[in-house]
């Protein structure tokens, strides 16, 4: 066996390095033909990433020197071929991938895997008849492999032969009785045999396996609405995306991790994004940082993965990674990114700074040039920022309307009432059924004095909220102007009503929890926070509030436990972490106290971030620790930098404090308000994301 | 005028009462051997020399690999198929014609092309297609870089105009009827400056005058600044997701002024087609999907969501298609979408949808249950496997062997390289092959099953290029439907029908009362004993970037005669015949005096 396996490979070796099999004599050509290996498509890689390409190139030499070396065991070259068709596959170079997958094949027959993989080839190419032999093929040897009976199942599927399917979406079940992938099969076959109620059950069992596969949401809600059940239908359809329930595929799942190109990980990464699954993304956007680490469109993927997950300090540390060396349109737009965490930060000063720096690089990027004015504004920069909404209108007509109204806003500003009121008029004629505009227009005409022009405005926003949308969007306007006009059991009257019958609108709920903080019912507000938790754990601003509202009524134990579970479902916001280190060190109870989980917190984020806030929460934690040496030196720079600030009050704040810890005592907190210093609204950096998207 | 009128009584039954002789091939011409192809390319032999030029010039700009447009248009009234091709530019600032990868074939200024068609008229045999460029006829007006293109009557003169959907400023060529074009568009108002690939005139208010629907793409940036790459790292073309989207746009007709003009008002936001955020438009097509007799307005993005602009019968619109079932297809994904269609596909009577998409996605088809739901039938269909190697572009609902049944042609090229083909050297990496699917009748479940027949479809199948645009019509008026390819960077394909004239056909002309013009979104339903009645309604819109034949062609597979005959106009007049004529299209006159118009 060895003797003939060295001879085929021999006689092999020209066919596939692409040299032809002409000239050769009838015994070898009898031999070629038992062999019949294929050759491999010449690929052009000059124009890949260099990792790749050597990547691609290495592992082709491997074939191509087990060949040449004509020693090699039929098993061992055809895993070479395997490895090296899986690669093409990564890549994407399907020809060459099949080639591959095609000889380890007739390499050792008897081994499932290459039929499986020819098998995937053939299915990702469109070629669903033969890669449903294939399948079956791989499952006539390894009977018990799930992934080919479920991807037979969907390959019947996809040739509309829904008995077929049943089949082996059933036989899957038999195999794995908690396999999504073969309820949300069963539940299309059902669909398209126009059972709906069936279809219903199998993918309502789907969804509970696999919560996160959207894509069976839309199946759902079709099939509820073919059911004339609309309700459910838009529900479901509300939650809908396009994930499937995931075949756990150990031959397949790995080529995520093959690659050796820093562009196959951002592709992975900007996918994940548009899944919001902002965990992955960064994951992928780190990975293709560690194949290329000075790529700006990796590093700003990585910045929006990590500011979605609240980790403001990481996004400013990936940008900041590359902003040395990368030049022109990329480092302006790595620079108005920056511009976005420190305008998220507070930090007005710095973010207005990037984006004028930015600006002198790409001059008429709208969104920068927004940005940049509104920054302008901030800073009661009020004539630049005018000047910067000018130039704005220039570039973008479609924007007018909302740009005028920024203007409109910093002209009332200088005093300019007469212009605002032309430019809100102006605004409002360009987009007369913005009904939102209108309210913004009444509230500015009630600030100037005018609240017959500016009851004229809201009558005409109430009559253009038509929908369904509009109306609960004049519901939430009055419910605030109520609020702003001091009838705050009104507004909350007016949200209630709203939710009647919206129980899982969110956006109403949190609005109304907002509003009974806002009030002061805090206890209420707490209640409210926790059902919208209960529905979205992973809503930021809802935690954010119930955590506010359990300190501001002194419930600190339950505070701590909250930020506990905070962390745990966003490990890197900045804003949580800080504020359970100042519970924990300042808090008046001291059954909360922790200094030494304080500071064990503290110093994680300080590692990450040296900023004064983090600072001051570094010192407070060291302090309860019973550590003044280190609170005392660190109070010390906070002092200095609070001399230089010219803020009396922040200053009068760092000294009190220094002087606890001089004198050995850890600072408590005087009200719930100073520990809530550090958990300032936050929330998303759509123009981060926008920008790199 | 070609073929044979039909005048409504009061809407009631009548006779069909020949008013001028036919002079289209009879019934029962000779057709084609059945093994012999279904189509042959008879682009040089009409003398249609066109050559798309894209403007590419060494890098690799979205905007020269997106075009390629075209339609098949009558404007000189003479009862054939003129053929109407856009032309591209150099992309890019700064570059001229001495920069192009591939010179242009035509001398410069380079424009968009008109060609006449002087169809000779042979009996009993195959009539001769004649192009004869008659560019001149424009006066040098379609300067822009030309992406799409509609064909409606929007001042009701009874000639069609050509509106040119522009990357830049759009322009609107109004048909003076002495053979000649005006450009009109700053006296129109309809100069709309986003990237325009698809145009579509219909009449979504019912006051009789044409209304204008223009789907924008993309803001390219043919800088050089964006830079995208293949998983290898490797510069290609980006996808739409790497510029800004574009919105759509939609033109109210005002109607004949005082001062004697026709002019439009942007609509956009009145409508409320601005309730949707700017998406990548590449396709739009009009019908009435939920039965209520208004016409609705279904758009095809790519890589975004689909909108279904369903009509409020009050001058506005709302996207249903999310809940209607054809936003996304069955698996909840956005798929590029790039031309679409609708058709009666399962011959209950309704529209369907069908569109295609980029590679590894299927085209999709979705199936109406006739009152705006949907439903993705496009496996059951066995339209899945066969789509999902190939870009598909211009498409076409076509019954090329008139049995009644609506087949689909589908015209392919890729958008991103094709590493087979670069690894060849080829200097344009992106040519695929064409298709044609055969509509074998509808299943046991209901959904029309399709056989793929390329195969048998011709040599001219076997031509790989960069096919964007796609046109229908009936060139040669021999009774079937043929097809104009319009390839991105290379020669249109006149696919002329070999087959379909060898059964039994009838045509029908649809016209408005006033001006004579075709009276887009008037529907026509054909009965014939033992068949499904087929339903057909007149449009030019659909595919991708194109603009069709507006008559309306039935196949009767084995029957000799048919039944009947019933039209509807928009307005709602309404009329049948008995046993109308078959082997020639007949013009359908609406019963004058009713309803309004033009």
Known sequence: ?693 | MLGTALVAGCGGESEPRPVQSPESAAAGAPAAAESGPIFVDHTASAGLDFVHFNGMWGDLLLQEITCGAGALLDYDGDGDLDAYLLQGHMVGPGKTLDDATVPPRHQAPLTDRLYRNDLAFAAGGENSIRFVDVTAALGGAPTGYGCGVGVGDYDGDGWPDVYVANVGPNQLLRNQGDGTFRDVTAETGVGDEGTGVAAVFFDYDGDGWLDLFVGNNVTFDNTGATVCRSLSGAPDYCGPGAYPYQADRLYRNLGRGREGRVTFADATESTGLATSPPRPTLGAVTADFDGDGWVDLYVANDGQPNNLWLNRHDGTFSDEALLAGCAVNASGASEASMGVVTGDFDGDGDPDLFMTHLIKETNTLYLNDGRGSFSDATAAAGLASGSLPFTSFGTAPLDYDNDGRLDLLIVNGAVTLLPSLVAAGDPFPLHQTNQLFHNEGATSAGAPRFADVTDRAGKVFELSEVGRGLARGDVDNDGDIDALVINNGGPPRLMVNQVGSSGSWLGARPISCASASDALGARVTVRRSGGTPQRRRVQTDGSFSSAADPRLLFGMGAARAADSLSAVWPDGSAARWRQPPVGRYAVLSPSCGRGGGP
């Open chain 1, 1 to 693: 066996m060895r003797v003939r396996w060295s001879r085929l490979i021999a006689l092999a070796l020209p066919l596939a390095l692409g040299c032809g099999g002409e000239g050769r004599g009838p015994e070898e050509a009898a031999s070629v033909a038992q062999a019949e290996l294929e050759p491999l498509p010449e690929l052009d890689l000059a124009g890949a990433e260099r990792a790749a390409r050597e990547q691609l190139v290495e592992q082709r030499g491997v074939v191509e020197r087990l060949l040449t070396a004509g020693a090699a065991e039929p098993a061992e070259l055809a895993e070479a071929f395997g490895d090296l068709g899986l690669l093409y596959v990564t890549y994407e170079f399907l020809e060459a991938a099949e080639a591959c997958f095609a000889n380890a094949r007739r390499l050792v027959p008897g081994d499932f895997r290459w039929h499986y993989l020819l098998g995937y080839l053939k299915m990702i190419q469109g070629f669903l008849p033969e890669a449903n032999e294939l399948y079956e093929r791989a499952l006539e040897i390894e009977p018990g492999f799930l992934p080919a009976v479920l991807r037979l199942g969907r390959g019947e599927l996809g040739q509309g032969r829904q008995a077929e399917a049943r089949v082996w979406f059933e036989r899957a079940l038999e195999l794995d009785s908690q396999a999504a992938a073969a309820y949300e099969g069963l539940g299309k076959v059902a669909s398209a045999e126009g059972d709906d109620a069936v279809a219903v059950g199998h993918f309502r069992r789907a969804l509970e396996l696999a919560p996160e596969a959207s894509g069976i949401h839309y199946a759902l809600a079709q099939a509820h609405r073919n059911l004339g059940q609309l309700d459910d239908a838009r529900t479901h359809l509300a939650q809908s995306g396009d994930v499937a329930a995931r075949i756990v595929d150990p031959l397949i799942n790995p080529l995520a991790s093959l690659a050796a190109s820093a562009q196959f990980y951002i592709v992975q990464g900007a996918e994940a994004m548009d899944d919001d699954d902002y965990e992955a993304s960064a994951a992928a956007f780190r990975a293709a940082l560690e194949q290329d680490p000075q790529n700006v469109s990796a590093a700003r993927g990585l910045a929006v993965g990590l500011e979605r997950l609240g980790d403001a300090a990481g996004a400013r540390a990936a940008l900041e990674a590359v902003l040395e060396t990368a030049a022109g349109e990329d480092r302006a737009l790595i620079l108005s990114n920056l511009g976005g965490l420190a305008a998220l930060s507070g930090d007005e000063s710095a973010a207005l700074e990037r984006y004028l720096e930015s600006l002198a690089v790409i001059p008429d990027q709208p969104g920068l040039m927004l940005r940049a004015g509104n920054a302008l504004a901030r800073r009661g920069r009020f004539e630049e920022a005018i000047a910067q909404y000018d130039r704005l209108i220039e570039v973008t007509p479609e924007w007018v309307p909302a740009v005028l109204e920024k203007r409109a806003t910093a002209l009332v500003n200088l005093g300019r009432h007469d212009e605002a009121i032309a430019d809100f008029t102006r605004a409002v004629a360009a987009a007369p059924e913005d009904h939102q505009l209108r309210m913004r227009y009444a509230a500015a005409l009630e600030f100037l004095g005018r609240p017959d022009e500016a009851a004229a405005q809201r009558t005409v926003a109430a009559r253009l909220t038509g929908d369904e949308e509009g109306r609960l969007a004049w519901v939430v306007e009055s419910a605030m102007r109520q609020a702003r006009e001091g009838d705050p059991e009104g507004a909350l009257a007016g949200l209630r009503q709203a939710l009647e019958g919206r129980e899982d609108r969110l956006d109403l709920r949190y609005t109304l929890a907002a509003l009974l903080a806002q009030s002061g019912r805090f206890e209420e507000a707490i209640t409210e926070f926790e059902q919208i938790l209960a529905a979205a754990p992973r809503h930021a601003d809802a935690r954010r509030g119930q955590i506010m509202a359990l300190i501001l009524t002194r419930r600190f134990g339950e505070a701590r436990l909250k930020l506990q579970d905070a962390l745990r479902n966003f490990p890197r916001h900045e804003g949580f972490a800080l504020t359970q280190v100042r519970l924990l060190a300042i808090s008046p109870d001291p059954r909360v106290r922790d200094g030494s989980l304080a500071v064990a917190i503290a110093e994680r984020v300080y590692a990450e971030r040296r900023e004064p806030p983090v600072r001051q929460a570094l010192a407070l934690a060291y302090a309860a620790n019973g550590s003044f040496a280190e609170a005392m030196e660190l109070q010390r720079q906070l002092v200095r930098e609070a001399e230089g600030s010219g803020d009396a009050a922040y200053l009068a704040a760092s000294r009190s404090r220094l002087e606890a810890f001089e004198s050995g005592s850890p600072w408590v907190a005087s009200s719930p308000g100073e520990i809530l210093a550090a958990l300032a609204p936050g929330g998303v950096t759509a123009a981060v994301r926008k920008e790199t998207g």
